[in-house]
């Protein structure tokens, strides 16, 4: 099959002049990689077009039997699930609050570590991520930090060169956990939040040597009385009714930019509305541009070109804010330059990318809101009872988790496949109980106008898969079940293999062609990061971060029985070659958390009730149900619930702010008290059906 990479870089193999002049051709970025025959990692996603594919084969399915640690690094954060970048022999990755650390890839010496400056005792921290990548350009890498701040840190020393206030303030509602992408000497990043604050979404570009604003995108349109901004917002404007503004709109773009280096654009890939029901947002209907979008823009000048629509009048928190890949395909026989998208609402998206017109759009897996895309009108054929409003809970497919969501696919150009990782679970949606007229949203607290979800919406049953897609033939090539709930990203390789880092503590490879898995290997920690690959010295190494935090702690209870837990599981930095030396200590875990009750507590049934209608402020760190993955302590198995004051110190006075538990001076001491009073409700629940497990055994 003819089939291009999008022309960027990734024909370059490691050593090979014919690759090598296959870059000088095309002539574009990556410069750094003429100087050796090594090939770096230098952009999140491997190169611009982010396939997450490297062109190495030394370790391949004759070889990787001898694939093993070369260098382990325990990290001294507490959270980490980034995907590394390597330059020229140094990897650099983040974890915890945005805290960047430069490695030796031969000798394992730290070389830096940058700290950002963040005010944790007033800073509004919603997920138990920091970013999860970063960008380098010319000496320079960048990070974004939750409270809005852009870095640009000397890759050298590590010391700050500049850093910008991308948001208004630290706490106006967005915070950043996507990488940044560089592009044309300039940096991009955008934000998220959405879910919590009624935010308006935009994307802002600066000038990477010196932080200048350069331009700014919003993603959704503004009040029609302050004047429009350009004139893609006076025509989103026109799919909005009501005051929308005053709900912020959402649209935000959290994870997805993809820097398109042949046709010079941006495709930004958009969130969800704010609030996620319509009727409070756009009560007398309309698509609500550019929700759920791909959006292209011209790189130099910020200025809109094209947009797809994924979800017109979005409500179920679905986002095309999943990775955006590059590449050319043969389709109908002629090279079709496309955009690869798999978003959370199930479809696998092929679009051309020169005109934005939809070429295929296929169900990747159990997807019930939806009969089909229409092809010729691009928009989907919705089923009928999946909109929630006005009839009360409906059940779909899938669930906000989304079938897939930001842990990266990757795509192998030689087998024209895209790997991709898979969760299947449905969520039951409602909104009973709330009047759009009247909504307000609650300071601190999850805002979307919905009922049901938080409550007993999610399912516990998700199952994980990955999948091998063909894009051109449209079909399945293999699947192969992954363990439940949530996966790291996938790496491709040319030597016939695709790695990923699995929630039960292991890296695994699969053969891309037959999806045989072909070997295996215990990390001692929870697999969350995305592999990259690189060569030094004609050296092949794949390296990736490893940590109790998840994905995505929204991602079930599930995932708490591989026993990861906050305070014993380090986050480490792995890196594996063939005939590595280095060893990986055993796992310090003594099994799944065991919750503590206070039988001396008195619960009032009210107040446990209302702790759970408050409890997703807490569920990004502390797990869905109180039951945590690992990513902050159980609170069912910490005894500070048990003592009022000690609580209240913790969540209004932020005793623990400084280690990463945000104060919420927001919450009254009513609303602090039946938080504790949940907990303990959850404890009991948990201790009792365990003592009846064990007792059956
Ligand atoms: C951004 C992530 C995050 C959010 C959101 C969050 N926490 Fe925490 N929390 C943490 C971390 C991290 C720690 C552990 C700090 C440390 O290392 O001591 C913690 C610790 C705690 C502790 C002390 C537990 C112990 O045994 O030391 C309590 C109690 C607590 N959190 C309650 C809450 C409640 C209630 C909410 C919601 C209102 C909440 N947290 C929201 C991250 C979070």
Same mark, same amino acid.
């Given at each position: 099959?003819?089939?291009?990479?999008?022309?960027?870089?990734?024909?370059?193999?490691?050593?090979?002049?014919?690759?090598?002049?296959?870059?000088?051709?095309?002539?574009?970025?990556?410069?750094? *990689?003429?100087?050796?025959?090594?090939?770096?990692?230098?952009?999140?996603?491997?190169?611009? #077009?982010?396939? /997450? /594919?490297?062109?190495?084969?030394?370790?391949?399915?004759?070889?990787?039997?001898?694939?093993?640690?070369?260098?382990?690094?325990?990290?001294?954060?507490?959270? #980490?699930?980034?995907?590394?970048?390597?330059?020229?022999?140094?990897?650099?990755?983040?974890?915890?609050?945005? !805290?960047?650390?430069?490695?030796?890839?031969?000798?394992?010496?730290?070389?830096?570590?940058?700290?950002?400056?963040?005010?944790?005792?007033?800073?509004?921290?919603?997920?138990?991520?920091?970013?999860?990548?970063?960008?380098?350009?010319?000496?320079?890498?960048?990070?974004?930090?939750?409270?809005?701040?852009?870095?640009? %840190?000397?890759?050298?020393?590590?010391?700050?060169?500049?850093?910008?206030?991308?948001?208004?303030?630290?706490?106006?509602?967005?915070?950043?956990?996507?990488?940044?992408?560089?592009?044309?000497?300039?940096?991009?990043?955008?934000?998220?939040? =959405?879910?919590?604050?009624?935010?308006?979404?935009?994307?802002?570009?600066?000038?990477?040597?010196?932080?200048?604003?350069?331009?700014?995108?919003?993603?959704? $349109?503004?009040?029609?009385?302050?004047?429009?901004?350009?004139?893609?917002?006076?025509?989103? =404007?026109?799919?909005?009714?009501?005051?929308?503004?005053?709900?912020?709109?959402?649209?935000?773009?959290?994870?997805? %930019?993809?820097?398109?280096?042949?046709?010079?654009?941006?495709?930004?890939?958009?969130?969800? &509305?704010?609030?996620?029901?319509?009727? !409070?947002?756009?009560?007398?209907?309309?698509?609500?541009?550019?929700?759920?979008?791909?959006?292209?823009?011209?790189? +130099?000048?910020?200025?809109?070109?094209?947009?797809?629509?994924?979800?017109?009048?979005?409500?179920?928190?679905?986002?095309?804010?999943?990775?955006?890949?590059?590449?050319?395909?043969?389709?109908?026989?002629?090279?079709? +330059?496309?955009?690869?998208?798999?978003? +959370?609402?199930?479809?696998?998206?092929? %679009?051309?990318?020169?005109?934005?017109?939809?070429?295929?759009?296929?169900?990747?897996?159990?997807?019930?809101?939806?009969?089909?895309?229409?092809?010729?009108?691009?928009?989907?054929?919705?089923?009928?009872?999946?909109?929630?409003?006005?009839?009360?809970?409906?059940?779909?497919?899938?669930?906000?988790?989304?079938?897939?969501?930001?842990?990266?696919?990757?795509?192998?150009?030689?087998?024209?496949?895209?790997?991709?990782?898979?969760?299947?679970?449905?969520?039951?949606?409602?909104? +009973?109980?709330?009047?759009?007229?009247?909504?307000?949203?609650?300071?601190?607290?999850?805002?979307?106008?919905?009922?049901?979800?938080?409550?007993?919406?999610? *399912?516990?049953?998700?199952?994980?898969? @990955?999948?091998?897609?063909?894009?051109?033939?449209? *079909?399945?090539?293999?699947?192969?079940?992954?363990?439940?709930?949530?996966?790291?990203?996938?790496?491709?390789?040319?030597?016939?293999?695709?790695?990923?880092?699995?929630?039960?503590?292991?890296?695994?490879?699969?053969?891309?062609?037959?999806?045989?898995?072909?070997?295996?290997?215990?990390?001692?920690?929870?697999?969350?990061?995305?592999?990259?690959?690189?060569?030094?010295?004609?050296?092949?190494?794949?390296?990736?971060?490893?940590?109790?935090?998840? &994905?995505?702690?929204?991602?079930?209870?599930? #995932?708490?029985?591989?026993?990861?837990?906050?305070?014993?599981?380090?986050?480490?930095?792995?890196?594996?070659? @063939?005939?590595?030396?280095?060893?990986?200590? =055993?796992?310090?875990?003594?099994?799944?958390?065991?919750?503590? $009750?206070?039988?001396?507590?008195?619960?009032?049934?009210?107040?446990?009730?209302?702790?759970?209608?408050?409890?997703?402020?807490?569920?990004?760190? /502390?797990?869905?149900?109180?039951?945590?993955?690992?990513?902050?302590?159980?609170?069912?198995?910490?005894?500070?619930?048990?003592?009022? $004051?000690?609580?209240?110190?913790? @969540?209004?006075?932020?005793?623990?702010?400084?280690?990463?538990? $945000?104060?919420?001076?927001?919450?009254?001491?009513?609303? !602090?008290?039946?938080?504790?009073?949940?907990?303990? =409700?959850?404890?009991?629940?948990?201790?009792?059906?365990?003592?009846?497990?064990?007792?059956? /055994?």
């Amino acid at each position: 099959m003819a089939m291009q990479q999008g022309g960027i870089l990734t024909y370059a193999r490691g050593g090979s002049w014919i690759g090598i002049a296959v870059s000088l051709l095309l002539g574009l970025a990556g410069c750094n *990689r003429l100087g050796s025959a090594d090939e770096d990692w230098p952009v999140y996603g491997g190169a611009a #077009a982010e396939n /997450h /594919h490297s062109p190495l084969d030394q370790i391949n399915a004759q070889t990787i039997a001898r694939l093993k640690p070369a260098m382990v690094v325990d990290l001294d954060v507490a959270r #980490a699930n980034s995907e590394p970048l390597e330059v020229d022999g140094v990897l650099y990755f983040t974890g915890g609050l945005s !805290i960047v650390q430069a490695f030796d890839v031969e000798t394992g010496k730290r070389l830096w570590r940058f700290e950002p400056k963040l005010d944790t005792s007033t800073l509004k921290l919603r997920f138990a991520w920091g970013a999860r990548g970063l960008a380098y350009d010319k000496g320079r890498i960048f990070v974004g930090a939750q409270d809005g701040q852009l870095f640009a %840190i000397d890759a050298g020393t590590g010391k700050l060169d500049w850093s910008v206030q991308t948001t208004q303030g630290a706490n106006d509602g967005r915070y950043i956990t996507g990488a940044p992408r560089v592009f044309g000497g300039k940096v991009i990043i955008g934000h998220g939040g =959405a879910d919590f604050s009624g935010v308006r979404g935009y994307v802002t570009a600066y000038d990477a040597a010196s932080g200048k604003q350069l331009w700014r995108f919003f993603n959704v $349109p503004g009040n029609p009385a302050d004047g429009f901004e350009d004139e893609a917002q006076a025509m989103a =404007a026109k799919t909005w009714t009501g005051e929308w503004w005053k709900h912020g709109g959402g649209g935000t773009v959290w994870n997805a %930019i993809t820097y398109d280096a042949e046709l010079d654009r941006i495709y930004l890939g958009t969130g969800n &509305g704010s609030p996620w029901n319509p009727k !409070i947002r756009s009560p007398q209907g309309g698509d609500n541009l550019f929700l759920v979008s791909i959006v292209a823009l011209d790189a +130099k000048t910020g200025k809109y070109v094209w947009h797809y629509q994924q979800n017109p009048a979005e409500a179920w928190d679905y986002n095309a804010a999943m990775d955006i890949e590059l590449a050319t395909l043969s389709i109908d026989g002629k090279p079709r +330059k496309v955009l690869m998208q798999a978003p +959370k609402n199930g479809f696998f998206y092929v %679009i051309d990318r020169e005109t934005g017109k939809l070429i295929s759009a296929d169900k990747l897996g159990k997807v019930t809101w939806a009969s089909k895309i229409d092809l010729q009108t691009g928009r989907p054929v919705e089923n009928p009872g999946m909109r929630y409003l006005d009839f009360g809970p409906s059940e779909v497919w899938p669930g906000n988790l989304g079938l897939h969501n930001w842990p990266p696919m990757s795509f192998n150009p030689g087998t024209g496949l895209v790997y991709i990782p898979v969760v299947e679970s449905g969520m039951n949606l409602g909104d +009973k109980g709330v009047d759009p007229a009247r909504w307000q949203p609650v300071p601190g607290a999850v805002n979307n106008g919905i009922s049901e979800l938080f409550a007993n919406g999610m *399912r516990a049953t998700a199952t994980a898969s @990955l999948l091998a897609w063909d894009p051109v033939a449209k *079909r399945k090539v293999w699947q192969v079940e992954t363990p439940p709930p949530w996966n790291g990203g996938t790496l491709s390789t040319a030597g016939g293999l695709v790695f990923q880092g699995q929630v039960d503590g292991h890296l695994v490879a699969y053969d891309a062609r037959s999806g045989k898995r072909v070997w295996r290997y215990p990390l001692g920690s929870a697999g969350s990061g995305t592999p990259i690959s690189f060569s030094r010295k004609g050296r092949q190494y794949i390296s990736l971060v490893v940590g109790p935090a998840l &994905g995505s702690q929204f991602a079930l209870e599930g #995932a708490s029985g591989y026993g990861w837990n906050y305070r014993t599981q380090p986050a480490r930095l792995v890196t594996f070659a @063939l005939d590595g030396k280095a060893v990986i200590p =055993a796992p310090a875990y003594a099994g799944p958390e065991r919750p503590l $009750p206070d039988p001396a507590m008195k619960l009032d049934p009210a107040k446990v009730e209302l702790g759970g209608a408050l409890w997703p402020a807490c569920m990004g760190c /502390h797990g869905i149900k109180a039951v945590s993955p690992g990513s902050a302590p159980d609170l069912r198995a910490s005894p500070m619930h048990h003592s009022q $004051p000690a609580f209240v110190e913790v @969540l209004r006075n932020g005793a623990l702010a400084a280690r990463g538990m $945000p104060v919420f001076r927001e919450l009254s001491e009513d609303q !602090i008290e039946a938080l504790r009073q949940f907990i303990e =409700a959850r404890a009991r629940e948990d201790a009792a059906s365990a003592a009846r497990t064990a007792a059956r /055994h």
